[in-house]
């Protein structure tokens, strides 16, 4: 069984930063991708960030040059940087992997938990 464990969400000023993590465990062959997504109040989730396993990186127009994302292929964990925050960011930040969970398996989506951002004064 896999599981994808997030941390470090919170409640944080405008123009702070904040680092979510996201560890996936289990039973685990291979991780393709691995992203952070986030649901605001009423809207839709959307995607904020994706990382491939060769690195290759891909943001939301919104988060460009404010948001840093990163893998540690080693460890199955993925990081989202987070800086000059703003209102607009808060929201629930999902974690996903899109992994093998064994050899037997097709490839499937995994989701986190989410954790909760709140940027305000």
């Known amino acids: 069984q896999v599981q994808l464990v997030e941390s470090g969400g919170g409640l944080v000023q405008p123009g702070g930063s904040l680092r979510l993590s996201c560890a996936a465990s289990?039973?685990?062959?291979?991780?393709?991708?691995m992203g952070w997504y986030r649901q605001a109040p009423g809207k839709q989730r959307e995607l904020v960030a994706s990382?491939?396993?060769?690195?290759?990186?891909n943001y939301a127009n919104s988060v460009k040059g404010r948001f840093t994302i990163s893998r540690d292929n080693a460890k199955n964990t993925v990081y989202l940087q987070m800086n000059s925050l703003k209102p607009e960011d808060t929201a629930v930040y999902y974690c996903?992997?899109?992994?093998?969970?064994?050899?037997?398996?097709?490839?499937?989506?995994?989701w986190g938990q989410g954790t909760q951002v709140t940027v305000s004064s």
């Open positions: 996903n992997a899109d992994l093998i969970a064994a050899v037997t398996l097709p490839r499937h989506d995994y």
């Open positions: 289990g039973s685990i062959f291979m991780i393709y991708a």
């Open positions: 990382i491939t396993s060769g690195g290759s990186t």
